[in-house]
């Protein structure tokens, strides 16, 4: 399958910026779509932003304009750049791949694959 790894993750202050790394070791003719989730302490995981193998991205209301989703397919690598920070951005960011090998994609047919998280902390 795959193996994600990410990295990047780190204590920063309200209106600071980070990027967040995810390198993929895998197929990448079978990732059907790369993103990013978040999840913050007593609450579920949320998607944050995502794109897709033909590269059409989506992003979570409360970081649109903010957060710009990228992956470089040569080096396998998926990217979050983060801009203007919020105390509400403080969470676990985790790198994911909707696994799908095959030719006409349908949801449910993939399978999720999580990496191991990074933590994400804004300060005011």
């Known amino acids: 399958q795959v193996k994600l790894v990410e990295s990047g993750g780190d204590l920063a202050q309200v209106g600071d910026s980070l990027r967040l790394s995810c390198s993929a070791d895998?197929?990448?003719?079978?990732?059907?779509?790369m993103g990013w989730y978040r999840q913050a302490p007593g609450k579920e995981r949320e998607l944050v932003a995502q794109i897709t193998r033909g590269g059409l991205t989506n992003y979570a209301a409360s970081v649109q304009g903010r957060f710009t989703i990228s992956k470089d397919e040569n080096k396998n690598t998926l990217a979050l750049q983060m801009t203007s920070l919020r105390p509400e951005d403080t969470a676990v960011y985790f790198c994911n791949v909707i696994w799908f090998c095959g030719v006409v994609y349908q949801p449910g047919l993939g399978a999720d694959v999580w990496g191991q998280g990074t933590q994400v902390t804004v300060s005011s």
């Open positions: 895998g197929n990448r003719n079978c990732m059907y779509a």
